[in-house]
């Protein structure tokens, strides 16, 4: 018996107890089922309690599959803490549907309104700045300056580096090269004789030189550097061509604030008002170096103060032009609570950490490790006068990530929603029939979370050259020309790779058609959405075309085996077009990409499947396969915003060592003209024409260039009992909780 066949019987009984419970008392039966596990026959026990009508407080039970790690926000990012966070909080802001909406506020600050505004500011040297690629930097004029071998200078990449001399290392004491270690002179290199690796000398520009074919390489010695003054962009400048280099004195540059007003009367479930020094509080945290925070927004910003009681004005430094900068506040915390503690102390503080203090429905109970979290309704809750939240008692139960168990939970009346954290996709079909039956209420939704395949184009030297002869299965083992990019570097094989995977077919079969395929890094019904964007479908006739032109020859008249190498740039002839496709071990991925690696077999080329566990193959570089660039081609998911989210794909977001690997462009992908695109579009804001021009352009190269193949957007899929009402999943709303005030079922929904 399938397991598909086992819930349908548990529907048949349940039916039968519902039916029994209507004529008189209500029954409880346990009735045995078959089910084939690893190929035997077992017996499973299951249970079917009829729900029983009670005089007294309605309690509603969320039944959820995993259990956070904390509920202090500055402490965790995952989904199963967003969901029960959502019962304390109420905001402070919602999206939906690719707009936000204050919920905390009056209203968003806005241009048109006159509550945001840009000014022009004066700046001077050594202010900082957001300069024209929208990083902080420290105003600096461009000078000449005189370098000896432990100086900085401007190297022949353009950036800045220390410049060392040709000859033999400098041996530490284990015997290791000490490569630019301070003061160390051409005379000790020479002196440590020849032992070790060869020394090559920095390439730089000396004075007057402002191209790479004036570099010179450096002998040793003090020499004169150009020193390149900070690109800003000038006051009015809203693009990367009219950005100007800081030649010293005092520039004018664009400045950019917001004012929030918190809506009266707010106050924590304690009934201690909420004011913002709240807010204030909150951004002084997120500050904080011992906090594990995002410091993208608080590097960014000059001030954040406290107007009054309920008045607060975020300020940028000058340049940064933010285009959310209507969210630039922080959700409070309560300092009454928390005060005594130190950012580092929080992290782990169980008043912090369990005993959650907030302003929305509901108000924390207590928290059973491993099974559930209570709360009951918030007196002081600011929607309290509306009669919500309609429950007053909540639990959120952990039933662990079995969707089956799911299901079962709420035919027997167990719980009243399973949310998307079960990974309910799996038994979509069964959802289908159940859902057709009367029986459940399964609420089906692509969200902003969309699943990609990553090219590898400049893989880790270790990756790059190891001996692809040695490790078959692996195709980044080769390089183009020798400038360390791997194979996928030629677009053609790119554009060939993404005609070779089936994607309508994992869509129609992993996802029972209840999903779309991409062609971007955001979806369709985004209101940014470029109907420009190229579209590359399943055509295994045109991606040979490709492969042939490229040098991928089919030698034996037979498409499922792999082609073969033929005058391939940097590859050696008689190469099969053979390379590893890896991802985690999520079991929607695992049947995704076993549909397209057969798919693949249609072009000649063989995919050769990896999983690892998550923790693994997310794991920080160098040692990830993932973020450690050492794959071929990799699948995960980004979860994007409201905003296009182009900036993944920068070439500064590559990880590597320098960043600590915690760039974003696993691919390594580098595109001038999609840089200078995507920071004009994120240094635009919305509403002017730069900002919509050019992130419809970055869309454009991205959808052509093809750093990654968009697959399809991940369902968000979530089940409720049938008489369920104000349920609602929104496609940018990560959490289907936002609105679990107005949760009701039953005679409730009538009212």
């Given at each position: 018996?399938?397991?598909?066949?086992?819930?349908?019987?548990?529907?048949?009984?349940?039916?039968?107890?519902?039916?029994?419970?209507?004529?008189?008392?209500?029954?409880?039966?346990?009735?045995?089922?078959?089910?084939?596990?690893?190929?035997?026959?077992?017996?499973?026990?299951?249970?079917?309690?009829?729900?029983?009508?009670?005089?007294?407080?309605?309690?509603?039970?969320?039944?959820?599959?995993?259990?956070?790690?904390?509920?202090?926000?500055?402490?965790?990012?995952?989904?199963?803490?967003?969901?029960?966070?959502?019962?304390?909080?109420?905001?402070?802001?919602?999206?939906?549907?690719?707009a936000y909406q204050p919920i905390i506020w009056d209203k968003l600050p806005s241009l048109a309104d006159g509550d945001a505004a840009i000014t022009v500011v004066d700046v001077v040297e050594g202010d900082l700045v957001v300069d024209n690629v929208g990083e902080v930097s420290a105003l600096t004029a461009h000078t000449t300056a005189v370098v000896n071998e432990g100086g900085a200078a401007l190297l022949a990449d353009g950036s800045l580096g220390v410049l060392h001399a040709a000859g033999a290392p400098v041996l530490d004491d284990a015997g290791a090269p000490v490569f630019g270690a301070d003061g160390v002179t051409p005379e000790a290199y020479a002196a440590a004789g020849t032992e070790g690796a060869a020394y090559i000398a920095t390439t730089y520009r000396p004075a007057g030189c402002n191209a790479a074919d004036c570099a010179v390489e450096y002998t040793g010695g003090d020499v004169e550097v150009d020193v390149l003054g900070t690109f800003y962009r000038p006051s009015g400048c809203n693009a990367a061509d009219c950005a100007v280099e800081y030649t010293g004195g005092t520039v004018q540059m664009d400045q950019l604030s917001a004012t929030f007003a918190l809506?009266?009367?707010?106050?924590?479930?304690?009934?201690?008002?909420?004011?913002?020094?709240?807010?204030?509080?909150?951004?002084?945290?997120?500050?904080?170096?011992?906090?594990?925070?995002?410091?993208?927004?608080?590097?960014?910003?000059?001030s954040f103060v406290a107007v009054d009681d309920l008045v607060t004005t975020w300020t940028g430094l000058p340049g940064y032009m933010d285009s959310t900068y209507f969210l630039n506040n922080w959700g409070p915390f309560p300092q009454h609570l928390w005060?005594?503690?130190?950012?580092?102390?929080?992290?782990?503080?169980?008043?912090?950490?369990?005993?959650?203090?907030?302003?929305?429905?509901?108000i924390y109970d207590e928290w059973v490790r491993g099974d559930h979290i209570s709360m009951h309704a918030n007196p002081n809750y600011f929607r309290a006068a509306e009669g919500l939240p309609k429950f007053e008692n909540l639990v959120y139960r952990f039933i662990g990530e079995d969707p089956n168990t799911g299901i079962a939970a709420i035919l027997s009346g167990e719980c009243d929603i399973i949310d998307q954290t079960l990974g309910l996709e799996?038994?979509?079909?069964?959802?289908?029939?159940?859902?057709?039956?009367?029986?459940?209420?399964?609420?089906?939704?692509?969200?902003?979370?969309?699943?990609?395949?990553?090219?590898?184009?400049?893989?880790?030297?270790?990756?790059?050259?190891?001996?692809?002869?040695?490790?078959?299965?692996?195709?980044?083992?080769?390089?183009?020309?020798?400038?360390?990019?791997?194979?996928?570097?030629?677009?053609?094989?790119?554009?060939?790779?993404?005609?070779?995977?089936?994607?309508?077919?994992?869509?129609?079969?992993?996802?029972?058609?209840?999903?779309?395929?991409?062609?971007?890094?955001?979806?369709?019904?985004?209101p940014l959405f470029n109907p420009e964007n190229v579209s590359w479908p399943y055509d295994p006739a045109a991606a040979g075309l490709l492969l042939d032109e490229i040098g991928w020859l089919d030698d034996d008249g037979v498409p499922e085996t792999p082609r073969v190498a033929s005058g391939v740039l940097g590859v050696p002839d008689g190469t099969l077009l053979e390379f590893r496709y890896e991802t985690t071990t999520a079991a929607a991925r695992m049947a995704a990409t076993q549909i397209m690696a057969e798919s693949a077999l249609a072009c000649g080329i063989q995919m050769d499947l990896g999983y690892f566990p998550a923790g693994e193959w997310f794991a920080d570089g160098p040692d990830g396969p993932l973020y450690g660039r050492h794959y071929d081609l990799g699948q995960f998911a980004w979860l994007t915003g409201v905003d296009p989210a182009c900036n993944l794909y920068l070439s500064s977001e590559i990880p590597t060592a320098e960043n600590a690997w915690a760039g974003q462009n696993n691919p390594a992908y580098i595109n001038e003209e999609y840089d200078v695109v995507c920071r004009a579009a994120i240094q635009a804001l919305p509403g002017q024409e730069a900002y919509t021009v050019n992130h419809l352009e970055a869309q454009r190269i991205f959808s052509e260039e093809l750093p990654v193949v968009p697959l399809y957007l991940r369902l968000k899929l979530a089940a409720t009992r049938p008489d369920m009402c104000n349920f609602y999943m929104d496609p940018t709303n990560n959490s289907e909780m936002w609105n679990v005030e107005e949760f009701d079922y039953g005679a409730g929904c009538g009212e």
């Open positions: 018996m399938s397991r598909k066949s086992i819930f349908v019987a548990l529907f048949v009984v349940l039916a039968a107890l519902a039916l029994a419970a209507c004529a008189g008392e209500p029954v409880v039966e346990t009735v045995i089922v078959t089910q084939i596990v690893e190929g035997e026959v077992v017996e499973v026990v299951v249970t079917a309690v009829p729900e029983v009508v009670e005089e007294g407080p309605r309690t509603l039970v969320i039944c959820t599959g995993q259990e956070p790690d904390s509920l202090y926000p500055y402490a965790t990012d995952m989904l199963a803490a967003s969901q029960v966070q959502s019962a304390f909080y109420d905001g402070p802001v919602d999206t939906r549907t690719y809506k009266a009367g707010l106050v924590w479930s304690d009934g201690t008002p909420l004011t913002t020094a709240d807010e204030i509080y909150a951004f002084n945290l997120a500050a904080d170096p011992d906090n594990s925070s995002s410091k993208y927004l608080t590097d960014r910003t000059t005060g005594q503690y130190t950012a580092a102390d929080l992290l782990t503080e169980v008043d912090a950490q369990e005993m959650y203090l907030g302003w929305g429905p509901f799996s038994q979509s079909e069964l959802l289908l029939e159940l859902q057709a039956a009367g029986q459940i209420n399964p609420t089906f939704i692509t969200g902003t979370v969309w699943e990609h395949a990553d090219f590898l184009f400049r893989p880790v030297e270790s990756y790059l050259s190891r001996d692809a002869a040695v490790t078959p299965g692996g195709f980044s083992g080769w390089d183009l020309d020798g400038d360390g990019v791997g194979p996928f570097g030629d677009i053609r094989l790119r554009q060939a790779v993404a005609q070779c995977m089936d994607r309508q077919a994992v869509v129609d079969t992993v996802y029972f058609g209840q999903s779309i395929t991409i062609d971007t890094y955001i979806p369709p019904e985004h």
